[in-house]
């Protein structure tokens, strides 16, 4: 049995439907959601579902109940107290009930930046190593899916993109970082759980194909969509007020703002580019698949 937490999201969706389209997987498939309607009719009967938060003791409990292994990946919060709270705080209970009903592999999903001068103070990152650190101390074989930021973050600016011809970021224009594509990393995660061989703790960096500055990706998403697309660097001071206006707690603004000076000082560029480390959807691609027709809708 495989437990799959946030199916709902980018990563837990695509992943949820490799692994449902995957002719040789022998495991069941449960669940963790909270509002199951938000499945789709088409994979409802075909998982075994269990209704709440994985945050939630009792919930872990009655889903990891005769699971051999479990994706793990923790919801976003921006109204939370503090960042522990959303990340270590929200991980105690399932950490608890790995050992309690004798769970042996776990995915989880983490970022770059272990080892690097700033990862010490870079918010969200900071607090996913600190998870990564209390799975692994469980004692379960467990593999954190280390990422940079990703590709279908664009997405979200799609409507500015159709309308002004323009996408933003705290991130130089002229510096350049790895991007992965979430499609990616559920391939990973998928590729993890069904031959769970491996045992131990380790991290698998997931950088993309290829270092883009937002002027790379500018250009192609100019080629792409057929106008002119243009990228704008904002402060770190505009962002956070962004973030106020949309409702985030000011300890959660203060981690993002965080991470997102970490970035900008090294953060996703401390692993060396390998095959082993290099997924394949370019930006290109994921352009052309997905942010194209999300633009044009």
């Known amino acids: 049995?495989?437990?799959?937490?946030?199916?709902?999201?980018?990563?837990?969706?695509?992943?949820?439907e490799i692994l449902l389209e995957t002719p040789s997987r022998s495991d069941e498939l449960r669940v963790i959601v909270r509002d199951p309607a938000k499945l789709p009719?088409?994979?409802?009967?075909?998982?075994?579902?269990?209704?709440?938060?994985?945050?939630?003791?009792?919930?872990?409990?009655?889903?990891?109940?005769?699971a051999d292994a479990v994706f793990?990946?923790?919801?976003?919060?921006?109204?939370?107290?503090?960042?522990?709270?959303?990340?270590?705080?929200?991980?105690?209970?399932a950490a608890k009930a790995f050992t309690t009903h004798g769970i042996r592999h776990v995915v989880g999903v983490s970022a770059l930046g272990r080892?690097?001068?700033?990862?010490?103070?870079?918010?969200?990152?900071?607090?996913?190593?600190?998870?990564?650190?209390?799975?692994?101390?469980?004692g379960v074989s467990y593999r954190a899916l280390t990422n940079p930021s990703f590709m279908d973050n664009v997405v979200w600016q799609a409507h500015s993109i159709c309308e002004s011809g323009i996408f933003t970021g705290t991130q130089p224009a002229d510096y350049a970082a790895p991007l992965v594509a979430t499609r990616d990393i559920a391939a990973a995660a998928a590729?993890?759980?069904?031959?769970?061989?491996?045992?131990?703790?380790?991290?698998?960096?997931?950088?993309?194909?290829?270092?883009?500055?937002?002027?790379?990706?500018?250009?192609?998403?100019?080629e792409v969509l057929g106008r002119e697309i243009h990228y704008e660097q904002e402060s770190l001071d505009t962002f956070q007020a962004h973030l106020?206006?949309?409702?985030?707690?000011?300890?959660?603004?203060?981690?993002y703002i965080a991470m997102m000076h970490a970035k900008n000082h090294g953060l996703d560029n401390a692993i060396p580019r390998t095959p082993a480390t290099t997924t394949p959807t370019t930006f290109r691609t994921w352009c052309e698949q997905t942010l194209a027709p999300a633009v044009l809708a």
């Open 1 to 16: 049995m495989i437990v799959i937490t946030a199916p709902t999201g980018h990563i837990g969706s695509q992943l949820l």
């Open 41 to 66: 009719e088409t994979v409802r009967d075909r998982v075994d579902i269990v209704t709440g938060s994985h945050g939630d003791p009792d919930v872990v409990d009655r889903a990891f109940t005769g």
């Open 72 to 93: 793990w990946l923790i919801p976003p919060d921006h109204s939370a107290p503090s960042i522990d709270a959303v990340y270590t705080d929200f991980t105690r209970a």
């Open 115 to 138: 080892g690097t001068p700033v990862a010490a103070h870079a918010g969200h990152v900071t607090a996913t190593l600190a998870v990564d650190d209390l799975i692994a101390s469980t």
């Open 191 to 222: 590729s993890l759980l069904l031959d769970r061989t491996w045992t131990g703790t380790a991290e698998v960096p997931l950088l993309g194909p290829e270092d883009l500055t937002p002027t790379d990706m500018a250009h192609t998403l100019s």
């Open 244 to 255: 106020t206006a949309r409702g985030a707690s000011p300890e959660i603004v203060t981690a």
